[in-house]
């Protein structure tokens, strides 16, 4: 079995629970609460700053240009379009988008963030892929399990949002999933099993965290003993 299958086989659990969390199913029926919009936007902002830091990382650690390409294609990706899913979430809510733009990381973000940070620092090309693969390869499966069951109808507000996402296999972001899932493949030929056991935990750690992150929107979980109000975003931790 090739590794990415194995790694897709253990996290099935993972992305079944992701399919089904409360968050999901109110994409799929088009009702969700403007507080878990805001709060996702404000957070997923955040995260995707981090996201980029660490596509711009995994470019240093490329030994040719075509990979460098993919992280290349993927940063531009994130500036210039998949801030409309964002405007999605925020017409819905009637919240500006640019108001959402400060949110101080809540918890599970900034674990999140640092997970995929640990990657760059101490890992080497396939960590960061490893930990970064569950975003896009969870966000595609919901897209299209959801289009498969027809949620992408006129009615669901949220139909752009389910497109955008089940549509990036025809794009120029063609398959993405399945670049990084080849990629990894052949990186892994490089590595025994005592390293390969620490790569898959790095995706499967990825994997849960996703499913953290829509359930901190959901219950808007923040920090319970320093609240965010108190906080101010320069004192985050900046990489």
Request: hydrophobic share 45%; aromatic share 14%; glycine share 2%.
């Amino acid at each position: 079995m090739l590794f990415s299958e194995e790694l897709k086989q253990n996290a099935t659990p993972i992305l079944s629970a992701i399919e089904d969390h409360p968050f999901v199913q109110g994409i799929a029926t088009g009702t969700l609460p403007k507080e878990a919009l805001t709060f996702y936007v404000g957070q997923d902002f955040n995260y995707l700053n981090a996201f980029i830091k660490v596509y711009a990382a995994a470019v240093e650690k490329c030994r040719d240009r075509s990979d460098m390409a993919i992280f290349n294609e993927q940063i531009n990706f994130i500036l210039n379009s998949e801030i409309h899913p964002h405007h999605v979430f925020c017409n819905v809510a009637g919240v500006p988008y640019e108001s959402l733009q400060h949110a101080v990381q809540a918890p599970m973000t900034y674990l999140y963030n640092e997970h995929m940070y640990n990657a760059a620092r101490t890992g080497d090309l396939i960590d960061i892929v490893a930990a970064m693969l569950p975003c896009p390869w969870t966000y595609f499966e919901i897209a299209n399990k959801l289009i498969a069951e027809g949620k992408n109808n006129d009615a669901n507000v949220f139909k752009d949002w389910i497109d955008f996402y089940g549509s990036i296999a025809d794009d120029t972001d063609a398959n993405l999933s399945d670049r990084f899932f080849a990629l990894i493949d052949r990186e892994a030929a490089n590595y025994n099993a005592a390293r390969l056991a620490v790569i898959e935990r790095r995706f499967m750690r990825s994997c849960e965290l996703e499913w953290d992150f829509w359930e901190q929107a959901y219950r808007q979980q923040d920090w319970q003993f320093t609240p965010a109000k108190n906080l101010r975003q320069d004192q985050v931790i900046q990489h």
